[in-house]
DNA sequence: CTGAAAGCGCTTACAG
DNA sequence: CTGAAAGCGCTTACAG
């Protein structure tokens, strides 16, 4: 019933070929049959087989997307960001979530590879060496986020972690902060932590030895499972083991989690504990109050990841791209308040993960 | 390069025929030939071409699911959700979001019936009666979300708005609220409601005639865009013009919005006002107080969806499934307090769309 | 259970 | 610019 490309040609009275020219745009084509071709298309309500040109030719137009989880505004946000930047150079995008399962990463790598998409971006958290592998020897070219290293073919975008954490610790320094609380979370117990996870940690650690190591106490923590529950969970326990007056978060997820354990305690924000985020997901102006946090900004960063993929294959050198951070100041930092609940330790063992920034 | 269906026939020695049996996973194999095959496969590191493969058959394995904006977390994780239930059953999912562009719909429906998808979730709160016609003429089984109307190999999802709002307003009743706020929100000024807040609207409007409409007020207002954005801006502008000591919001987005609102003027939840969300994203429980809002079930509402796309075509009838709604109460409602400054309107005239629940 | 053959609907040289 | 032909890699009857 649904017409091919023969039904075209007919009804237009012209050749098969003449009818996938100016299906392909092809400029061999005169402008008399183009238009009679168009109108055959037109009356028939001819739609080319997508698998039959697809399998007569090389490529497509669609680029793969993997991100960790679709439940985190900040991957939701990402891969809204790049469908939009690829419809703009006129590709599609295929969407997929690993939801930070191995298996799921590696069938989901191999099923955008059988769709032979035009490239590939591997936008998550965690760390894939065989994903990474497969995408590398298939040569369909790939971009990481902060989970890849360059290869051929393949670009690595790398967030300016440390930048965006030593403004955090700056203007926690101004505002004359000296306990600071790190929360981060991995998936379970025993796991290390999420690989963009550890280079924030990094970034952190290298911030304090920077700014003022001497005076400065920091602490980490490190809770697994859902980022929310994570950061609710991290605050209400370093709340009787550990002193601080402000707690930076690994993710505004988990700064989300850290803000609710902390006023479920009474404790307000930031009057008596300044929180910090990261990823300046777009409804964390709509926290109460309204995140501190360190942005990242989408469109640069769906930016680089398609015009690498679509550069040409000529320039397709290994690379790695610096993504800038910037710190948005909103209402949950302030002045320290020595006298908050949080800077009551009532135990001296610490169960907690702690570390001195020398430890780094 | 890529190894094709015959290099693997040839170095298991068995026919074609026989390779494409043991890929399809038919029953005509002996086991011995079966481990030839999949002894070669390996050994080649064989994959079965999807286009060729489907050119050549009827149909594929995957769902098509489509959103419209992925940064509200309700789709996001409505479309994980489909996802999950859909893997269960042996599917993909091919995700796309319309961003609330009646073009965007129509491009991301097109694709998906060009990719000849088994079946099409249409999980939008806008309606498009172009691409509803579309999927209906296609003759692919499809499901729509409160945006559909039974037809033909094609179910619609109803949601129990009017349960839940009767829910919701019966608690409120109960703590002895009698001035309701409702906040709904458009895309743009001049737009009607999105379609499924519309039966939202329909349902609470229906509630408040079911429960108590002589001592009961109840102000609409309605304000575009962003969802968060437009629950700010509508309590900030009820604030001076309409009296309520409680705000039924149509989803969590704009209930954060509202909260924010309030609280940025010093008002206090839930002791000087109530507020009431929709959707009951798994962020809700975050919030700074958590939100009482009305859930639906992502796990009924895939497990129906799926179902309905998945069901023998004998028994593709119209039809229209109730999704059922339950009000999860949290920290955001309490008694009211009369003499909270929502009760204080500044001004007689409202510029606010407002009506009472006779209006209806 | 096997093997040879036709066909899925397009694209792409290639000779006119 | 056109038309006939080969080929993309699979699936599916069909005769053995």
Do not use: W
Request: with cysteine.
């Amino acid at each position: 019933v649904r017409p091919k490309i023969q039904d075209v040609a007919a009804l237009a009275k012209v050749s098969l070929g003449s009818v996938s020219a100016v299906l392909n745009e092809k400029t061999t084509v005169s402008d008399a049959t183009r238009a009679r071709v168009q109108a055959a298309i037109e009356k028939l309500g001819y739609r080319p087989d997508l698998y039959a040109s697809n399998l007569a030719r090389r490529r497509t137009h669609v680029l793969g997307v993997v991100v960790s989880d679709l439940g985190n505004p900040f991957f939701a946000e990402t891969a809204q960001a790049l469908e939009a930047e690829a419809a703009r150079r006129g590709y599609r995008t295929s969407l997929t979530a690993t939801d930070f399962s191995e298996e799921q990463h590696r069938i989901a790598v191999q099923q955008l590879l059988d769709a032979r998409v035009a490239g590939i971006a591997i936008m998550t958290s965690e760390r894939n060496p065989a994903t990474q592998a497969m995408v590398l020897a298939s040569g369909v070219p790939a971009v990481f986020l902060d989970v890849g290293s360059p290869a051929e073919h393949s670009t690595n975008i790398r967030v300016d972690a440390r930048g965006g954490m030593r403004a955090a610790v700056q203007h926690l320094i101004a505002l004359g902060h000296r306990d600071l609380l790190f929360v981060r979370n991995s998936l379970h117990a025993e796991d290390a932590p999420l690989f963009s996870h550890r280079l924030r940690d990094q970034g952190l650690a290298a911030a304090v030895r920077a700014c003022d190591p001497q005076s400065l106490h920091l602490h980490t923590i490190d809770i697994a499972g859902p980022a929310a529950d994570a950061g609710e969970q991290a605050v209400q326990q370093a709340l009787g083991e550990l002193p601080f007056t402000a707690v930076i978060c690994v993710t505004d997820m988990v700064a989300l989690g850290a803000c609710r354990g902390l006023q479920s305690r009474g404790i307000r924000i930031p009057e008596d504990v300044s929180v910090i985020g990261f990823d300046n997901i777009s409804m964390s102006r709509f926290f109460s109050p309204p995140l501190t946090t360190v942005a990242i900004s989408r469109e640069d960063l769906s930016r680089m990841a398609i015009a690498s993929l679509l550069r040409p294959a000529a320039k397709a050198k290994a690379e790695t791209l610096r993504l800038a951070t910037s710190l948005v100041l909103r209402e949950s930092t302030g002045k320290p308040n020595r006298q908050s609940p949080s800077m009551r330790p009532r135990r001296v063992k610490s169960k907690a993960k702690s570390m001195s920034p020398r430890a780094f």
